[in-house]
């Protein structure tokens, strides 16, 4: 009696409950099927034609004006990352913010590891072994006939216990993820978000315990304090803190409240939040525009407005690597407001709850990991045009 009771809890524990509350979150899963066809468009262009992705490689003048049009609402990097950091914190807390109980959170703490680290460290043990086991020279090929700099060979561990500690380290880096092995390992160097999401999903873990025996009216206060803080130390903190309140307002019916009455300005006069949510979009994409399109040479400046990069020893924004992956602000402002703009709007709920964006969304992580293998697959090709490709070259030269 006593193991029947034992295993009826430890599937209780690790099911995953079916409700109308969590059929209502379909959009979210819409919302992650639109971000993965986004980021596959932005791999496969920045990989064939990158002069529509980037300012730092020439090409012909209405591929410039393409992505100085297009590149930042359809695949724009950082973009499409912080949604999906954002969009992670906002959905990894929904089951106990639904079931605020000990066996809830158990149960998201419990399965998080499993199920973003298990296809991580496959995604890495596959890309090692094949890129370890064959010739890598049609990659460098590739990237002579496109004139594409970026596109560069992965760095591969020097060996199997290098590899091991490559695939083990990608749940325990807490910084500098762009930096680790895994990241240059994978097709891409893209592998840092998912480890940065993995990360950040303990910060929502500490945060979301709170919320459930608190009022309402103080989680406000506390997230504006810790975003505050986070965004002084460049601490992706801030994308997470996000992300928790969005999944508040969704299910606390005191903030619905307050957010559909709008700001009170007056007795009778409120300011209506939906419009605050349109406008912190807009800004954000005027932010946008404004670096990719006529201020290039700008678009790290923003890392001025972050004061720890000023105050830490050895650390200023010149020396921080150009490379590295940071919170935008105006990132950060168009996929919040987007995010209150969905809570605001049951058509647009409705409209990215379909079912096609829905079983997208639902398998975005296999398609993010995937879509790195289908266009260096695609690349292998350059293997049997190697001939004509040094040819080709040769007579440019």
């Known amino acids: 009696m006593a193991q029947n009771k034992l295993l009826v809890s430890f599937r209780d524990t690790f099911s995953s409950k079916i409700s109308t509350t969590t059929q209502q979150q379909d959009y979210l899963y819409g919302l992650r099927g639109v971000l993965a066809v986004e980021s596959f468009l932005w791999l496969f262009l920045k990989t064939f034609v990158p002069a529509v992705v980037t300012n730092e490689v020439s090409g012909p003048a209405y591929q410039v004006i393409v992505r100085k049009v297009f590149s930042v609402l359809f695949w724009n990097e950082s973009l499409i990352s ?9 959905s990894i807390c929904i089951s106990f913010l639904q079931e605020p109980t000990a066996k809830a959170f158990a149960r998201s703490l419990l399965t998080r590891p499993l199920r973003i680290g298990i296809p991580l460290a496959f995604a890495l043990a596959f890309s090692i072994s094949i890129f370890s086991s064959t010739s890598t020279v049609y990659i460098d090929l590739a990237a002579q006939a ?15 216990l290098a590899s091991f500690n490559t695939i083990w380290d990608v749940l325990w880096i807490v910084r500098d993820f762009g930096k680790q092995m895994a990241n240059q390992a994978f097709p891409g160097a893209t592998m840092w978000a998912p480890s940065l999401i993995y990360s950040q999903s303990y910060t929502t873990y500490i945060a979301m315990v709170i919320l459930p025996f608190t009022r309402a009216s103080w989680h406000v206060q506390a997230i504006t304090m810790f975003s505050i803080g986070s965004f002084w130390f460049n601490s992706w903190g801030w994308y997470s803190a996000a992300g928790l309140f969005s999944a508040d307002v969704s299910h606390n019916h005191d903030l619905r409240a307050r957010l559909g009455r709008g700001m009170k300005i007056s007795e009778s006069v409120s300011f209506p939040y939906w419009i605050l949510a349109f406008l912190s979009v807009v800004a954000g994409l005027v932010m946008k525009y404004l670096w990719v399109a006529a201020l290039p040479q700008h678009l790290r400046a923003e890392l001025a407005l972050h004061p720890s990069l000023h105050l830490t020893q050895g650390l ?7 490379d590295q992956a940071y919170a935008r602000l105006d990132d950060y402002l168009i996929v ?18 379909s079912r096609l964006l829905v079983q997208v969304g639902k398998r975005s992580l296999s398609k993010y990991l995937q879509r790195h293998y289908t266009s260096f697959m695609v690349l292998t090709r350059f293997r049997y045009l190697r001939g ?3 040819d080709a070259l040769r007579c440019q030269s």
């Open 82 to 90: 912080s949604f999906f950091i954002i969009l992670s914190a906002r």
């Open 146 to 160: 496109l004139k594409n700099p970026d596109l560069a060979v992965p760095t591969m561990p020097s060996n199997a």
């Open 316 to 322: 200023t924004t010149r020396n921080f690597n150009k």
């Open 336 to 353: 919040v407001g987007i995010l209150f703009l969905f809570e605001m709007s049951s058509h647009l709920r409705s409209v990215f709850s």
């Open 388 to 390: 004509s490709i040094l």
